[in-house]
């Protein structure tokens, strides 16, 4: 079946340490997209990609970074200068932007212990 | 800055009864309106997409309505159920949507 797959469901780091987050999508979406969800607020940007080999900062980009590749990934690598990491992260996809639905994966809860 | 706010925070309602939430944005520029469902701990859920020149669409017990006017959305849960028990969120979309923060939905039997 289509779908988003995000990995690990559940990831514990150690302060200093870097963590990846997987997102893979077999709808052939063009865009992709990295939230942050924290109790209480709405779902911030953390970065968006439109094409393969390109990205961009969304409104809380410092202390992670992404890379496009492929189409079908879009890891996020939670750094150790993310002074707050302790959060729901989600990816998301969509035919391109501005059209379409937007899917969303399962989610990954990372803890910093 | 484009914002979207919900209406109420939180709710409480009995199985099988309806129940109306509402969606206030200020984005542009505006394309469309989503409402999502989101249970604990899972991913949000698609129910309605809406464009500007759309007033409402239904989705089974859901129905989402849309004044591009005033900038309002609502979403009517009809006949309750337990498993309606979530989040509901509503989004504004542009090329970059804007998320309000839910109104947490319980059900009680």
């Known amino acids: 079946d289509g779908g988003i797959t995000q990995s690990p469901k559940y990831l514990f780091r150690k302060e200093g340490q870097n963590v990846t987050l997987s997102c893979e999508q077999n709808l052939n979406h063009d865009a992709m997209y990295w939230y942050r969800q924290d109790p209480g607020q709405g779902l911030r940007l953390i970065y968006y990609s439109q094409i393969v080999n390109d990205f961009q900062k969304g409104d809380i980009a410092e202390g992670y970074s992404v890379s496009r590749e492929k189409k079908e990934s879009f890891p996020l690598t939670v750094t150790s200068a993310q002074k707050n990491p302790t959060a729901f992260y989600l990816c998301?996809?969509?035919?391109?932007?501005?059209?379409?639905?937007?899917?969303f994966g399962e989610g990954s809860r990372l803890t910093v212990l | 800055k484009n914002q979207v706010e919900q209406s109420p925070q939180s709710l409480i309602i009995l199985e099988g009864k309806n129940c109306t939430l509402q969606c206030n944005y200020t984005v542009s520029p505006f394309s469309n309106l989503r409402w999502y469902k989101q249970d604990t701990g899972r991913g949000p859920v698609s129910l309605t997409i809406m464009t500007f020149s759309e007033n409402t669409k239904s989705n089974g017990r859901y129905t989402a309505t849309l004044d591009a006017d005033t900038k309002q959305s609502s979403l009517h849960i009809t006949a309750s159920q337990l498993s309606d028990s979530a989040s509901y969120i509503c989004?504004?979309?542009?090329?970059?949507?804007?998320f309000g923060r839910g109104t947490s939905l319980i059900v009680h039997p």
């Open positions: 989004v504004a979309g542009s090329y970059i949507p804007t």
């Open positions: 998301a996809s969509i035919p391109s932007l501005n059209t379409g639905e937007l899917f």
